[in-house]
């Protein structure tokens, strides 16, 4: 019993928080969501990555290995996509990345943090960091077709994951100013860009639910699927592979139709679209159940 008082604890936040989203959003459908976008990518998530990942204990080793880990999953996710978006006759070049890219940091890092606290929240920036990555460089490359490396020289975030490696490698301890700083900005950012997934749930639309159905379920039940057989291989064990299984099982991500809608035809984007919707409505399901696995079998 008291493991499922645990799972309610983790859950019942985040989930709270992207129905006030949903509510404003339905009841002002003309919210502008642009400044959270705008801080979350220049402000608040590099501040996020430079606080989880230099003041909560995650060593150069751990951070540089679940880098690693996360750039195999979303291997083994880009294979699995590939394939199933030929069997279904879609585009599985640019209708690819909201299957290889979940969403790590918006709902995957809450989540993790209240399942493990800031060990977790460590390991799961590690993650979320490739993710972040990914998505200024090959999620811009899939949704054009063509790489742009002014996008990456552009993309705050970057830098934020070189300085803290830096601070790792070093060993140097965050001054007190800046971490108060950063741990202001990192819990603002995450209750802001939960709520602004409430309001995009509003907006976007499912333009085919067969095919989307499929693809979502791809990206909520093989992704964990693939989390856990990487795993199983490396053996892993402990809080840090908990905080992998469930980064893996996290719905697509937002920011896939946000960079698609600058890049890709508008059949590409209603089909990226209706992945993000069906996947994030799939995972109020398959959430909570990876969630009781990793809580249960990996602390």
């Given at each position: ?23 404003l ?38 951070f ?39 969403n ?30 990914f ?49 202001l ?22 333009v ?43 719905p ?48």
């Amino acid at each position: 019993m008291e493991l499922y008082f645990k799972l309610f604890e983790v859950l019942f936040p985040v989930f709270f928080i992207i129905g006030i989203g949903y509510f404003l959003g339905k009841r002002d459908p003309k919210i502008n969501t642009k400044f959270i976008t705008d801080f979350a990518g220049n402000i608040g998530t590099p501040a996020m990555i430079f606080y989880t990942i230099t003041t909560t204990g995650v060593t150069l080793e751990v951070f540089l290995n679940y880098f690693l880990y996360a750039i195999v999953i979303i291997f083994g996710f880009a294979i699995v996509g590939f394939f199933v978006l030929l069997a279904l006759r879609k585009d599985p070049i640019s209708e690819l990345p909201p299957l290889i890219l979940p969403n790590t940091g918006n709902m995957g890092i809450p989540i993790c943090l209240f399942a493990y606290g800031t060990a977790g929240l460590g390991v799961a920036s590690a993650i979320a960091s490739v993710i972040i990555l990914f998505h200024f460089t090959v999620g811009v490359f899939l949704a054009k077709k063509k790489f742009s490396f002014e996008v990456v020289i552009k993309n705050a975030p970057t830098y934020a994951i070189i300085i803290s490696i830096i601070f790792l490698y070093y060993g140097w301890e965050v001054p007190k100013f800046l971490e108060n700083t950063t741990f202001l900005l990192t819990y603002a950012t995450i209750f802001l860009v939960l709520m602004s997934l409430g309001v995009a749930l509003t907006r976007l639309r499912v333009v085919s639910w067969n095919k989307a159905v499929i693809l979502g379920f791809v990206r909520v039940v093989i992704g964990p699927i693939i989390g856990f057989s990487l795993i199983k291989v490396f053996n892993l064990s402990g809080f840090a592979a908990g905080v992998l299984l469930i980064q893996s099982a996290m719905p697509s991500a937002v920011l896939t139709y946000l960079v698609g809608s600058m890049y890709s035809p508008k059949k590409v984007i209603d089909s990226v679209a209706s992945v993000i919707v069906t996947s994030t409505l799939m995972s109020f399901i398959s959430i909570p159940i990876i969630v009781y696995f990793a809580l249960r079998y990996f602390n």
